[in-house]
């Protein structure tokens, strides 16, 4: 009884949004991974990081990523930070968060020199971006996973931005809801009729 209550714990809890998530990473299609801006608010106040050094999304993945990453094909990127008036146009591996390994993600605006505005009374980042991570599907992290998002991809002084949050798509976060509610009642219901 103890692990249906645990279960439907872990089940709702998936699904619910932290305050900080400043992205949400939907890999329901891994050829077409979508990265989208939530109106939440930036963790830190930052006017000084080139919008060419972007932001980086720490230990984006769980392993290595194994090949390069890139934008799904036909898609265009309207993702930007605060501030910035074209959007983010290149992504790499990054080792930010751990030397000589590839986990975690860098977007940036190729060749701009604009700054990226981080306030923390304004949404972080507007719009989406589509990256194709096909090939590193066995390096992603699973849905539920969170981790944070830092300005910059050279220093380690990166300015804390908010939170990035893997979810399934809408579809399957509704049934998650509802089978941590069906489990949640199942267990009343067992409770009840031990007690009886």
Known sequence: MRTLSLLALLLTGAAVSH??????VDISNLSAVTFTATPAFSQS??????????ITLLNFFALPAPSPVS???GTTSTLEANGMTSAYNAVARSTLSSP???????LYRSGSSQT??????????????????GANSSALLGLGSVGDIVGGDSSTANPLIGQ????????????????????????????????A
Request: proline share 3%.
């Open 164 to 195: 990035f949050a893997v979810i399934p798509e809408p579809a399957t976060t509704g049934l998650l809801i509802g089978l941590g509610g069906l489990l949640a009642v199942a267990g009343l219901r067992r409770r009840r009729s031990r007690r």
């Open 19 to 24: 305050a900080a998530v400043v992205l949400t």
């Open 116 to 133: 990226e505005n981080f306030a923390t009374d304004t949404a972080a980042f507007t719009g989406a971006l589509t990256l194709n991570l």
């Open 45 to 54: 106040a930052n006017n000084t990081i080139a919008a060419q050094d972007g």
């Open 100 to 106: 000589g390994a590839y986990l975690s993600l860098n």
């Open 71 to 73: 934008f799904a094909a």
